[in-house]
C-alpha cells in the first residue's frame, strides 16, 4: 500500500468519526469567550440553583439510614446506563455539584476580572449590549452612532482582547 492509499484511508476515518460526532474538534477560545459572555448573566442563577440542590441532597441524605457495612458491590443504575458502588451515589452527586459549583464560581470571578481590564476602552459598552442585553450589531450601532461595520470590528478585537483572560490555555493552544 503507497502513501496515498493510506492517506485516503486515513481522511475516509476521519470523516466518517466526524460525521458519526466521535472525533471532537477543538474549541475556539474566540467562540468560547462569546459562549461564556452569552450565558454570564444566568451564572449567578445557575450557581445559586446548584447550592440549592446540595442543600437538599444533604437534607436528604441525613433521612437515609445508612447500612452499618459499606457495599463494594458495583451497581448498575439501569435507567441513567451508570455504574455505581453500594450507598456512595448521594455523596457523590453532592461532591459533583460542589465540583460544578466551584467551577461556576471560578468562572464568574474570570469573567468579572476580564471586563475590568477592558472597561476603559471607548467600545467598551458593545460587550454588555450585544451578550448581555442581546442588542444587534444594527441597533448598537445606532445608539452608539457609529458604523456597522465599525460596531463589528471592534465587537471582534474586544473578544480577541478577553479570551486571552477568560481562556488563556486554549488561547495558547491556538498560536
Partial sequence: MNDSEKNDIVKKVLEELKSKKLLNTPKSSFKSTEKVLFSYKVLPEALKLMEEEISKLKEESI??????????????????????????????????LKQIAAKTRSQIRIIN?????????NYY????????????????????????????KHKKRLINELKVYIFPDTFMKEL
Fill in 113 to 121: 476580572s476580564a471586563l475590568k481590564k477592558i472597561e476603559s476602552d
Fill in 63 to 96: 433521612m437515609i439510614v445508612k447500612p452499618a457495612a459499606k457495599s463494594n458491590t458495583l451497581v448498575l443504575n439501569e435507567r441513567e446506563g451508570t455504574y455505581v458502588y453500594g450507598d456512595e451515589t448521594l455523596e457523590t452527586r453532592i461532591s459533583e
Fill in 125 to 152: 459598552n458593545i460587550i454588555p449590549l450585544y451578550y448581555f442585553d442581546k442588542k444587534t450589531i444594527e441597533k448598537i450601532a445606532e445608539e452608539m452612532d457609529y458604523s456597522i461595520g465599525a460596531i463589528s
